[in-house]
């Protein structure tokens, strides 16, 4: 099984700061990784897939890179709503996914 | 509007069984892969079990044997059938949608709950 470890596991910032959350995978999975976004009580939101593509309706200050096993979501210019916890999820693996443990991005 | 909107949840007692159910409507059901996601209390996203638009399934290792995906496309309905169930698989149960851009789950229902408990 593929394992996705996320750094940090949580993290405080200001709303303006840029946020940099990073996932690593136990295996290279290409470019198939992608990011969601989730707030108390709901349901996780698309943000980026494939390391890199903006989902349809995200806000470009959400960015996403990397390849292999390194992975990088950053949030330029925080704002009041992108107060959330932020999970990867690797899809490399023919519908056998795993979810990386999550960063709490949390007011300062 | 594509919306996925799930059923079943309950208390239910150790050793116990349950199914859930995901309806889902505003786009061709039969063409998509599909999973449920679950999330205990306060923990993070554990992704259970798939299944292809071919039948083809898939389950993560602790709940192999016990629980059974299956899908219904004239119904537009997926279902997860739970069986021995333990008070780890107490949870929020979420369908989602593999989508085609790299398979991300693009669209996802609200959640239900299911309690083990006695």
């Known amino acids: 099984d593929i394992q996705m470890t996320q750094s940090p596991s949580s993290l405080s910032a200001s709303v303006g700061d840029r946020v940099t959350i990073t996932c690593r995978a136990s295996q290279s999975i290409s470019s198939y990784l992608n990011w969601y976004q989730q707030k108390p009580g709901k349901a996780p939101k698309l943000l980026i897939y494939g390391s890199s593509s903006l989902q349809s309706g995200v806000p470009s200050r959400f960015y996403g890179s990397g390849s292999g096993t390194h992975f990088t979501l950053t949030i330029n210019k925080l704002q009041p709503e992108d107060f959330a916890t932020y999970y990867c999820q690797q899809s490399y693996s023919s519908l056998m996914y795993s979810f990386g443990q999550g960063t709490k991005v949390e007011i300062k | 509007e594509v919306q996925l909107v799930e059923s079943g949840g309950t208390l239910v007692q150790p050793g116990g069984s349950l199914r859930l159910s995901c309806i889902v409507s505003?786009?061709?059901?039969?063409?998509?892969?599909m999973h449920w996601v679950r999330q205990a209390t306060g923990k993070g996203l554990e992704w259970v079990a798939a299944i292809s638009t071919a039948g083809d399934t898939y389950y993560r290792g602790s709940v192999k044997g016990r629980f059974t995906i299956s899908r219904e496309n004239a119904k537009n309905s997926l279902y997860l059938q739970l069986n021995s169930l333990r008070a780890g698989d107490t949870a929020v149960y979420f369908c989602?949608?593999?989508?085609?851009?790299?398979?991300?789950?693009?669209?996802w229902g609200q959640g239900t709950t299911v309690t083990v408990s006695s």
């Open positions: 505003g786009f061709s059901f039969s063409k998509y892969d």
């Open positions: 989602a949608r593999g989508g085609e851009g790299y398979y991300a789950m693009d669209v």
